[in-house]
């Protein structure tokens, strides 16, 4: 089935502790990218990526790494998580040209 | 900057009743907006698009680019459109994206 994985679906962790968030698509997609949810505030990108070492900033990408070594997988990394970063995070993968995302279901993060 | 607004972040309307879905941009440049819906304990998932001119489950969306809006119409709501539904503006070539804030739409039966 095509879609869009992401793990886990839930994480507690503490503010400074390293985490990654990771993300995997089986549909050969070049393009990925990252959004974060929060109340009153609609989902916000984080980066994105066109293709294989290709990525960029979108909106709101401070406190947040990504990479991109394989064409299917593409990490967020929160190197030192604060509480600001907890929100509800969506991975999302679209094909050539302007094709539709596809989104993942969500990881729900909480930095005590 | 690039903005969407969505202005009503709640709307109940009866079951066959006519449904409007606000959507409004800022955007220097040539717009693509997408409408987003989300069905609960379901992934969001494209609705449609404005280049496509479709219309997918009785909702249609024109862009009108004097008004920069891009409203979501369906003449007849029915129970099964219950979800949250986010406008979606993409520039840069479609790599970035600007959401709205949502709108969760209840038809009331």
């Known amino acids: 089935e095509a879609q869009v994985t992401q793990n886990p679906r839930y994480l507690i962790t503490v503010t400074g502790k390293k985490l990654t968030v990771t993300c995997s698509q089986n549909?050969?997609?070049?393009?990925m990218s990252w959004y974060r949810q929060d109340p009153g505030l609609g989902l916000r990108q984080i980066y994105y990526?066109?293709?294989?070492?290709?990525?960029d900033k979108g909106d709101v990408p401070e406190g947040y790494k990504v990479s991109r070594k394989e064409k299917r997988n593409f990490p967020l990394i929160l190197e030192s998580p604060s509480p600001n970063q907890t929100s509800l995070y969506f991975c999302?993968?679209?094909?050539?040209?302007?094709?539709?995302?596809?989104f993942g279901s969500g990881t729900q993060l909480s930095v005590l | 900057a690039q903005r969407v607004t969505q202005p009503e972040k709640l709307l109940s309307v009866f079951k066959g009743a006519p449904v409007e879905l606000k959507c409004n941009y800022s955007y220097s440049g040539s717009p693509e907006l997408f409408w987003y819906v989300q069905y609960s304990r379901q992934r969001l998932q494209l609705l449609l698009r404005?280049?496509s001119r479709e219309s997918i489950k009785g909702f249609t969306a024109d862009l009108n680019k004097g008004e920069t809006s891009f409203h979501l119409k369906k003449p007849f709501a029915q129970e099964e459109d219950s979800a949250m539904y986010y406008c979606?503006?993409?520039?840069?070539?479609?790599?970035?994206?600007?959401f709205g804030t949502g709108t969760s739409l209840t038809v009331i039966p």
């Open positions: 549909m050969n997609h070049e393009y």
């Open positions: 979606a503006l993409s520039v840069n070539t479609g790599n970035q994206f600007y």
């Open positions: 999302a993968s679209r094909g050539g040209g302007r094709q539709k995302l596809f």
């Open positions: 404005h280049i």
């Open positions: 990526s066109m293709n294989v070492e290709v990525t």
